[in-house]
Structure formats: C-alpha cells, structure tokens
C-alpha cells in the first residue's frame, strides 16, 4: 500500500513513504517504523491517523493485520545522528531523529517558529501547506525520499513511474528569499508580471528577511529573479540553503 519499500527494514529502521490515491495524489505522508518482525508503526500528523488507518482498512485484503490508531509523544533532537532505536528524520536540512515516548537528551530547545524556519530553508513539504490534493509527489520533491522505483504494486505507482520515467513535473518546489512582511498562503509568484507560482510557506529569517516555500514553473530558471507582490524574490538553491 506504501510507496516506500518496508519491508525490507531491519528492525529498529525507518525510512519515509507516502499512501498515494490511484491518481498519485498524496492522502498522507508518513515516517514508518519497523519496531519488530510483524510490527509497524506509521509517524504521521495527527489530523490524518484516522484517515491513514481507515484507507490501510479499507484495503486490507485476507492477511491478518490489526491496524489501530496509536498515541504517541515524539521529541526532536538536532544536530545528532539517530543512534540505534531511533527514528531518523531529514526535515531540517541538519542530522536529527525522533525520540518516541522517551526523555530528551539535555540541551536548549527551539521555538515552532525555528523549526519552521529551518524546515522552509531544507525544502521540506508539510502537509496542508506544500502537500495537498493538488500536488504529485514529484512536484514536492518527494520521489527521491520517499518512494521506491523498484518494489511491487501500490496505489499510484502508475502515474508516478511514468512521470519519473517518461516525463517532468509541470513545476517544482523552490526556496524564495524577500525583504518586507510575509506573504499570504497561496500569494502569487511572478515573473515580468506573468503569473508562474504560488507560495506556500513563509517565516523570518534573520539573514535574509523572509525565506519561503513556493511551487514554481518548471521552465522558470533557477537563477532568475522572480516577484512575490511588490517584493523581489531570489531563489535559493536547495542544497546551498539549507544550514
């Protein structure tokens, strides 16, 4: 049903998936934990447990499986690699993991704002920003984390095999950096006053003013600037941004 090959991992290992609709659209992104031989647990947004576990229900065919919403507290450390039993996470654009239902090692804890902050400058699509019924994995960047080219069947692998294979999003995930105040969700993006994007994402930054998330033209160079309203934007390589 994932996207991601789960099968293959070692107890105590995570890797990132997506549940997809036959027509690609992500349902819910999620971080899945092999916490034994025959025990799974999915990390998603709390809004979508129900949703995950009723479409997981729903396809659940004669094998026997007991798929239950669970509640969980998760810490995020940064700047550490995950040691062994923890869940790695690479939404930050720093080494980082998740500690589920554990204490947190000491040291100074980041506000939501940083986080986010931090998760706009790495290129990471959140759910109900950057990931909605709208966007195909591959527009999120999402095909080279958390899919699998190689594994069998699932919902949606049709339509993303064949954009990997055959095609190109019709546009991509950029970082956009601006001076002034911060734009509304879905803000228009333009170039030479034609309509190329939308924004989806934004929070200070105290080098550059603002930073934000936008999808953007495919065709759109990396290298040009663009406008967001009466403020210039320059993009941000990915790579080069994050801290």
Known sequence: MLSNEVETLDVGESCEALLLTAKARVIAPMTAWRRGVDNFLLLTEPELAETLQRELVRSRFAAKAEIEVEEHASVLVLGKEAPPG????????????????EEPPEGPELDEDELERLRILAGTPSFGRELDERVLPAEAGLDERAVSFTKGC????????????????????????????????????????????????????????????????????????????SRTARQLDLVASRP
């Open 154 to 229: 699932y919902p949606g692998q049709e339509p993303v095999a064949r954009l990997h294979y055959r095609g190109h999003p019709n546009r991509t995930l950029r970082v956009l950096v601006f001076e002034g105040d911060a734009p509304e969700v879905d803000a228009e993006v333009t170039r030479e006053g034609k309509v190329v994007g939308r924004v989806t994402s934004s929070a200070p930054d105290p080098e550059h003013g603002i930073v934000a998330l936008a999808y953007v033209r495919r065709e759109v160079p990396p290298e040009v600037e663009l406008a967001v309203g």
């Open 86 to 101: 923890a869940v790695a996470n690479r939404d930050y654009g720093v080494p980082a993991y998740e500690l589920v239902d």
